[in-house]
């Protein structure tokens, strides 16, 4: 990772806690007005945190939303992000694309990104002027973790003149070595945006694959997977649907290409939400990380999510507590090495400003 840590100077020489001051963490208490102030988020969440928990997370919910007005803060966060964080403290929402073009968009000198690290980095890159926090330093990812700046350097070696087009899964070092940046839900665009016959498409060989079925270019790539997505089969998905025909089965382009095959629809994580809400099936199993189920079930109530449950313990570093830390004590910042920034903006830019 690129980030220094936490308590590290920007380019002012002060630390976010320094130019924002510090704030005593509130008293987390369950009490009427607590209780008043949050019933309507709880409406959200209910199928999810049964009530006799809610008052252990409703002070949290009611200080982080009081707290994020004071500091003049955006909470962005990931689809996989618990039902709490995504349906009672986050302004947006989204998947990785459409997180880094609300970045540019947010209205807010703080961005607080719920997250992993690359999502934070992402943001800072887009956003250079703004303090980006995250609640976890440490959430990390396998496939920005599969790959750094000196591997790319090496693969422009072996393969001269080859555009690079990297995942935007990956670190501010990697960006900076590359042509262009894509996520799941626009890599097939990027990849033929060169108009040439091979593009490298790094760091994730099952995403690369998956593209290589919809386009004509040839597609060299890198050993990167997901974790989390590499551990679903296409047999485990056919005995789900041997049991019950009727399921759909809605896959992430992170998957194998043999998941990918036996599903009935694959796209980015607001791809899927998107297919479930226009087509409303009657069961669904989302063959991706568990907490998307948890967020959509309430605005499709109709719909039966099957789940065979794979959880991104990165995205499952951030919660309540730490986001309110966070707002609290000006921590986690994010900060890129400038020699870094600026080509790895470069390539993110490219990618935001790609027409659709
Ligand atoms: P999306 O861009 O589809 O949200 O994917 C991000 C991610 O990390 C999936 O594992
Ligand atoms: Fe990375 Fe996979 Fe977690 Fe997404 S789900 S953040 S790709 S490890």
Redesign the pocket.
Known sequence: MTAVSASSPNVSGQTAAERFGVIERPKLEWNPEIERETAHLYERVKDHIPEIEWPVYAPYVAAINRLKKERGAAILAHN?QTPDIFHCVADIVGDSLQLAKEATQVDAQVIIQCG?HFMAETSKLLNPEKTVLIPDMKAG????ESITGADVRLLREKYPGVPVVTYV?TSAEVKAETDICCTSSNAVQVVESFGVDTVLCIPDEYLAQNVAKQTDVKILTWKGH????ERFTAEELLAYKEADPSIQIIAHP?CPTEVVDVADYTGSTSGMINYVRDQRPPKVLLVT?CSMASNIQSSVPEVEFVKPCNL?P??KRITLPKILDSLCFMTEEIHIDPDLAEPARRAVERMVNLKQ
Not at 141 to 144: H, P, Q
Not at 226 to 229: A, D, I, K, P, T
Request: hydrophobic share 25%.
């Open positions: 996989y992993v990812c396998s496939l920005s899964n997901c974790e989390v997505h992170e990380e991104c990165h995205m």
